[in-house]
């Protein structure tokens, strides 16, 4: 059976007429478009409306009210603005490369203006001796300032400007540059729609709200936004229409928790038995930190509520995150429900199954494991032991998502390292029982607030902020690859002190062929620095068949091989605690949280573990960043951030999959947190008291929230 998880929508809303039908209209029957230009907005920018380019924001402004002078440009400036005049022309190159060029004084310095084409029509309309303001971006060789192709136009005013204040910056491709489609000419549409439907805009906030929170109307925003008055009602256009955005996207989610709070009944885990108490009392070598027990405490909560459990377990890696989620599935099979455990990768399916197995020695729970490489005798074993009930706890991979996998009664679904999956992936898993089961994803990647709100603001969320005690953090160094010696000899010194060492490749799939050559060099060149029979080196890779990747990774797990030269494989969850070195091959091709995840390996003995960077000499400064950041601090938060700034939340691992495709058009998760969190507590309040948007006053809520998710960039309906 399928569960239908998308909330609001799914009610019958009649279409409530907010939004003017204007706006609607084929962008071809604009005054200025027309077809041929109509299908190019299309098939550029993706515009098909009139309501789509009101909403195609300029992507920056410039002050055409500043000037400079030549001698004040500088390299790599944008687009700046001068005034002078033209004092000769000169034509300069051959064939392709012939060009125009005009000299241009502004009575002190000189700049070139170069046109590669158009050249008739310039030498048409443009004259030596006449008061111009040039307009373009500068570059500057041999100590020389030109523009190409810049735009000129003549000083009208007195004062020297022409238009005045902000002009728009909007983005354009070079098919549309080359059909006059420039952002000028886009300027021009916008000016055109303004005068169409520009009075016509209403309100899509109810206006008691925009009041209330003094947000300027809808209209006054999306005049400003395209044409700012000032830089002040430029900034409050650009709030108002963050607000909204990032308000609607918290409406909805929120809308979506409430609605399945409401319609969905979850299985009650009402009492704690003996499986979980024994486990506790005799079986649990360590105590819990504080963390992991409050943690439990909420976990045990929801799962006794009688509402379905959907809660993210964010915890940096090595915080115990596991041991939380086997307890969970031990309260599940005290009130006799059957639950599972989902993980990315065989490797740690298999490091999962081995630990619980373990770790529940004596307790009479009973365990099985299905991987892609379950044998078909062992799995018809299983399925029969899992319908019939007499299995409890399933650990597995992908596996577990098949429709052959049928379970008498899921209670509990556990999603490990759940960044590693598809949102789709994950909903699967609820469809595992008529009733959904509760639902605890777990991930060690962290990210910011902000992020977390929008991606997974539809989940109640549990945070482990504290380690096990002992750990010692982990020391973070970077080299260049000339140090290469000297990372050898450390290496040589921590194995004599007993410890294993990991040396993780890239492994990067639009370069796999080559990537794979550094691996095969860097392995061959490792057995040679470290010898048979004194020194035991193991590889681990995606192509391995996997018992031979289990042989290898049981070989270092068990101390028999002091090094493993690895891809990312090994990057989520491996668990070996007497390896206390991570070494990281081309760390600028990493991202910051693969790092992170990567460094994680280590620091998880008693030992002083190392993490060391190589890198080549030469580094953007992004990747210097990235760096310093890894050495300077081990705080996943931290780096969270860091990585947020670096790369925007389009980039970061967790959300490409998260099934939004974050094209936000003005608002930036990773800037505008403010305004996030402020859109939120008002969806909050909002749907706090009246859940399903049925009250007079929501009724233009209701109606956006169904509009909006007709939009082609969201589809929150698959948000689990
Ligand atoms: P992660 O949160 O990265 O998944 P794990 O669950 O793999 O971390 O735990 C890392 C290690 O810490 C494991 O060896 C686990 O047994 C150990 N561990 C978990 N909780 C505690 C604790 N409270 N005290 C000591 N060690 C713990
Ligand atoms: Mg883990």
């Not at 000129?152 to 005045?164: A, N, P, Y």
């Not at 790369?647 to 970061?652: A, E, I, K």
């Amino acid at each position: 059976m399928s569960v239908r998880i998308s909330p609001v929508f799914a009610l019958e809303i009649p279409y409530f007429c907010s939004v003017d039908k204007l706006q609607d209209s084929d962008l071809k029957f604009l005054p200025g478009v027309g077809p041929k230009k109509a299908e190019l907005l299309k098939k550029e920018l993706k515009l098909a409306t009139f309501g789509d380019l009101l909403y195609y924001f300029p992507f920056k402004y410039i002050d055409r009210s500043r000037f400079l002078t030549i001698a004040q440009i500088e390299e790599d400036m944008s687009f700046v603005q001068v005034k002078g005049r033209i004092t000769s022309f000169s034509f300069a190159g051959e064939g392709n490369r012939k060009r125009l060029v005009a000299f241009f004084s502004d009575g002190v310095g000189i700049a070139e203006l170069v046109w590669f084409k158009g050249i008739k029509w310039i030498q048409q309309k443009v004259a030596v001796n006449t008061p111009y303001i040039v307009f373009g971006k500068p570059t500057i060789f041999n100590g020389r300032v030109s523009f190409v192709h810049p735009d000129v136009e003549v000083v009208l005013k007195e004062d020297g400007t022409i238009s005045g204040g902000l002009q728009p910056y909007y983005n354009t491709s070079e098919k549309m540059k080359s059909a006059f489609l420039n952002s000028k000419a886009v300027a021009k549409l916008q000016e055109n729609l303004q005068k169409l439907i520009g009075p016509k805009i209403v309100e899509r906030m109810p206006e008691d709200l925009v009041g209330s929170l003094k947000l300027m109307p809808l209209r006054d925003a999306l005049l400003n936004i395209h044409f700012p008055r000032s830089a002040d009602l430029l900034r409050k256009a650009q709030l108002r229409l963050k607000f909204e955005e990032l308000f609607y996207i918290q409406l909805n989610l929120l809308a979506q928790k409430k609605y399945r709070q409401k319609k969905i009944n979850g299985h009650v885990f009402s009492k704690v038995g003996e499986s979980f108490n024994n486990f506790y009392s005799s079986n649990l070598p360590f105590s819990l930190t504080e963390a992991q027990k409050r943690v439990l405490r909420e976990i045990r909560k929801d799962l006794g509520s009688g509402r379905q459990m959907n809660r993210l377990l964010q915890g940096d890696v090595g915080s115990g995150k596991t041991l939380v989620g086997l307890m969970a599935m031990l309260l599940a099979s005290d009130n006799s429900f059957q639950s599972c455990l989902m993980a990315p990768t065989e490797i740690l399916a298999n490091q999962h199954y081995k630990t619980i197995v373990d770790f529940l020695d004596g307790l009479g729970v009973s365990v099985g494991l299905l991987t892609g490489s379950t044998k078909k005798a062992e799995r018809r074993k299983l399925f029969a032991l899992l319908e019939s009930g007499e299995l409890q706890l399933l650990i597995g991979t992908h596996a577990l998502l098949e429709d052959t996998v049928q379970f008498k009664d899921l209670g509990l679904v556990i999603v490990d390292e759940q960044q590693r999956f598809g949102v789709a992936q994950r909903a699967k898993l609820w469809e595992k029982n008529t009733n959904p089961p509760h639902v605890l994803v777990m991930t060690a990647t962290p990210i910011p607030r902000t992020l977390a709100m929008t991606v997974y603001g539809d989940l109640e969320v549990s945070v482990i902020d504290e380690l096990p005690p002992g750990r010692k953090p982990i020391r973070t160094m970077h080299y260049f690859d000339s140090k290469r010696l000297k990372v050898f000899g450390f290496m040589r010194e921590q194995i004599k002190l007993g410890r294993q060492i990991y040396l993780v490749y890239p492994l990067i799939k639009e370069s796999e062929k080559m990537d794979f050559k550094d691996l095969q060099d860097g392995y061959a060149s490792i057995v040679l620095e470290f010898p048979p029979p004194e020194y035991t080196v193991v590889v681990v890779h995606g192509q391995m068949k996997p018992d031979e990747k289990d042989f290898s990774m049981g070989q270092f797990a068990a101390g028999k091989a002091q090094i493993m030269v690895a891809t990312t494989v090994i990057e989520v969850g491996v668990n070996v605690p007497n390896a206390s070195v991570m070494i990281i091959e081309s760390a600028e091709r990493f991202g910051l949280s693969q790092l992170h995840q990567l460094r994680g390996r280590v620091g998880r003995g008693a030992d002083q573990s190392f993490c060391i960077l190589m890198t080549g000499n030469k580094l953007s400064s992004d990747s210097r960043k990235r760096m310093s950041t890894m050495v300077s601090t081990n705080d996943g938060f931290e780096i969270a951030e860091v990585d947020l700034a670096l790369r925007g939340p389009g980039d970061m691992e967790g959300t490409m999959q998260s099934g939004m495709a974050f094209d936000l058009k003005i608002a930036n998760i990773a800037k505008d947190g403010q305004i996030l969190s402020w859109a939120r507590n008002v969806a909050e309040e909002i749907v706090d008291e009246d859940p399903l948007l049925d009250m007079d006053k929501n009724r233009i809520l209701k109606a956006e929230l169904t509009r909006f998710k007709g939009r082609d960039s969201y589809d929150f309906s698959q948000i689990s």
